[in-house]
């Protein structure tokens, strides 16, 4: 059978492998497999929200508020701004598709960091967009800049912090390049990490607030999936100016988000104290995993997020050392086709990194 031809040109995403697929590839008992692949929290999400959860599952039956009041007016409480500025979607995965689709069409040129969220480039293509990217691995924005009058691209993708890399733009800088984007241009901003940065270091915070205030054409991205532990209920989150969100909502489907999935992240966004211990935590064993990187030698950068990544040296392979920390029962993240001889590891609970030092440094 024939399909789309843009369908060609895509490889099918891989996502980090799930504790299951583990369990039956390798015979490993569930207990004994540790999953640092995806950048979920350790502790996982609120006690409150699944509290709040089992208060409202009889309501499963029904079809969700589709109007999704609560929530959007959490974030819009949140962030300081409208409430018709904020477009809710399965996964801020989702929002970037609505973005694309509702943007670029054949042939239109999208711009984006020579090492970044794949999925940017995998919207792009549903499209048939001309992917354009830096030739620098951390986002260097004079580089953007001159790619930007050279090609003159429908849209810029920013990912701050960046996604398997973990640096972030200064938020300073982004706002100078920002400045000079005439308007016609959709740059969306993805801040997945945002409450890691802005913990480690004020002067990453990017405050969609102030994107909204001063830009028009700038898409701010958020997601429930990483500080706040909601991964598996895959609820994100768009912030622009309301003539992008209308757009968007042209291509969102119905009733797009679960009656769960709506209560949890209302719920989530209210507790804060866990999102700031999860954080603290983070940040305290991210300290080990640079002290590990120093002790065996290899190289890791210098990570905004709750990831971490390891640079290996020549002589040693991302792919050869992924594979056998698989079999031990240990997932992470393999960055060898984004072109780097690293992984990218997943800041764990102290004893899943324990296990990850003393399995990497046998291997190593
Ligand atoms: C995880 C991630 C997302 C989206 O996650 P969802 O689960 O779809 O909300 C978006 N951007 C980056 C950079 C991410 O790492």
Do not use: W
């Not at 692949?37 to 499963?60: F, H, L, R, T, Y």
């Not at 990217?133 to 951390?138: H, I, K, L, Y």
């Not at 905004?304 to 050869?320: I, M």
């Not at 029962?329 to 072109?339: A, D, E, P």
Request: aromatic share 10%.
């Amino acid at each position: 059978m024939k399909f789309n031809p843009e369908l060609d040109n895509i490889t099918i995403y891989e996502a980090g492998k799930p504790i299951e697929l583990v369990v039956r590839q390798f015979g490993i008992e569930p207990k004994d497999i540790v999953k640092l692949a995806s950048n979920e929290n350790p502790n996982g999400c609120s006690p409150k929200v699944k509290a709040a959860v089992a208060q409202i599952i009889d309501k499963m039956p029904l079809y969700p508020d589709d109007s999704m009041y609560k929530l959007k007016e959490g974030l819009a409480k949140r962030y300081g701004v409208a409430s018709s500025q904020v477009v809710i979607g399965a996964g801020s995965d989702q929002v970037i598709e609505f973005a694309v689709h509702a943007k670029a069409t054949r042939g239109t040129k999208v711009l984006m960091n020579s090492v970044t969220f794949a999925m940017y480039e995998i919207y792009s293509r549903h499209v048939g967009a001309e992917i354009i990217r830096t030739a620098s691995q951390e986002h260097d924005l004079d580089e953007f800049y001159a790619l930007y009058k050279e090609h003159k691209p429908e849209i810029i993708f920013l990912c701050t912090p960046n996604n398997p890399t973990g640096d972030a733009i200064d938020a300073a800088k982004l706002f100078d390049f920002l400045e000079k984007i005439d308007d016609e241009t959709l740059v969306i901003v993805d801040g997945a990490y945002m409450e890691y940065a802005k913990a480690k270091d004020a002067s990453k915070a990017v405050e969609p607030a102030d994107l909204v205030a001063r830009f028009a054409n700038v898409l701010y991205l958020g997601t429930f999936s990483k500080a706040y532990g909601l991964g598996g209920m895959r609820t994100g989150y768009g912030i622009a100016r309301k003539p992008i969100i209308q757009a968007l909502y042209k291509l969102r489907p119905p009733f797009n988000i679960t009656t769960l999935s709506l209560e949890a992240a209302s719920v989530a966004l209210e507790d804060e104290g866990f999102v700031e211990m999860s954080v603290t935590e983070n940040f305290s064993e991210m300290q080990r995993y640079e002290a590990f990187a120093k002790e065996v030698g290899i190289g890791y950068i210098e990570s905004f997020t709750n990831f971490v990544t390891l640079c290996l040296n020549e002589g040693q392979n991302s792919t050869l050392l992924a594979d056998a920390l698989l079999k031990k029962g240990m997932i992470v993240r393999n960055l060898s086709g984004y072109g780097l001889n690293a992984i990218r590891v997943t800041v764990g609970t102290p004893s899943e990194n324990d296990r990850f030092f003393a399995l990497a440094s046998e291997l190593l």
